[in-house]
């Protein structure tokens, strides 16, 4: 067993490095937070945060010192100033593969916010032998400020919409019947044919029931009456021309097959002439 005498003195100097220890911690951690004043007064708002991140993580830091770094960190997340920057070819299109340098210290180019300083920044992106430099202003508590550095005599493919890309391996008649001709001019004969057809109708009834009023007045009809019935056969035989026709060839715009899309393109004009004695129809195709 030890003596009394010497337990009570190990005791003692157990306690007095235990103060060493607490009172050089607290001497740092004041140190730091002064540190951090200093820097953030001169606008080095990066080393004054990594000062105040040191003053936190000292064990023995007094409560009112502590309390006054982690209140200047919570403050330095908004005050420090970050840039987004982009490298542009000439086409102002991304530069895969880029470099960037910020103040000579290089700097990856993904996109992420770069941290600065407040004041003024040298920029310079450099990319297959071309080169572009700016000089840029840090502001105080601007959060991602877009910057864009043009690489003059660059250029780059763009890709092609997606909608327009086509296989290397496939033939060249793929291109060709890619997109579907427009069904506007089906439709539009489709409704042609319609009015045709109920204009034949018109015609032929209302002929019809004129034909059988001449059969009551018969030798000595109206000559002008017995005309105008014949016009109206006339019209009624044009009208049906113009119907078959016109559906016919609705349905063959729209029912062809691919190879006759690709192929085939025009438009058709209808004439129809009518008179007491003949009638026709003429149908011409336009390329």
């Avoid at 690709?262 to 009638?279: F, I, M």
Wanted: net charge negative; glycine share 6%.
């Amino acid at each position: 067993m030890f003596p009394s005498r010497t337990v009570n003195a190990l005791l003692m100097l157990s306690l007095l490095m235990t103060t060493r220890l607490a009172a050089a911690d607290a001497q740092a951690c004041v140190a730091q937070n002064n540190d951090g004043a200093d820097r953030r007064a001169n606008h080095q708002l990066l080393a004054a945060r990594e000062a105040y991140r040191a003053c936190v993580a000292e064990p023995g830091c007094p409560d009112v010192v502590l309390s006054e770094c982690e209140s200047a960190l919570s403050e330095l997340k908004t005050a420090i100033p970050t840039l987004l920057v982009s490298v542009l070819d000439e086409q102002q299109h991304d530069t895969v593969g880029a470099t960037l340098k910020v103040d000579g210290r290089p700097v990856a180019v993904d996109g992420s916010p770069i941290e600065v300083d407040p004041g003024p920044h040298q920029l310079l992106a450099e990319a297959q032998g071309a080169s572009a430099a700016m000089e840029v202003i840090g502001v105080e508590n601007e959060a991602n400020r877009r910057v864009a550095l043009l690489l003059k005599g660059l250029h780059t493919a763009s890709p092609l919409p997606d909608q327009e890309l086509v296989s290397a391996s496939e033939p060249a008649r793929t291109q060709a019947v890619s997109k579907r001709p427009s069904s506007v001019p089906s439709f539009v004969l489709g409704g042609v044919g319609a009015i045709a057809a109920a204009s034949f109708g018109y015609f032929a009834i209302s002929g019809h029931s004129e034909f059988n009023q001449l059969e009551k007045c018969k030798p000595d009809c109206a000559r002008s009456a017995v005309q105008e019935v014949r016009t109206k056969y006339l019209l009624a035989d044009v009208s049906l021309g113009v119907s078959v026709v016109a559906l016919a060839t609705a349905g063959y715009l729209l029912f062809r097959t691919p190879r006759e899309q690709s192929a085939v393109s025009g438009s058709v004009s209808v004439n129809v002439t009518a008179a007491p004695q003949a009638a026709g129809l003429s149908l011409r195709w336009v390329q």
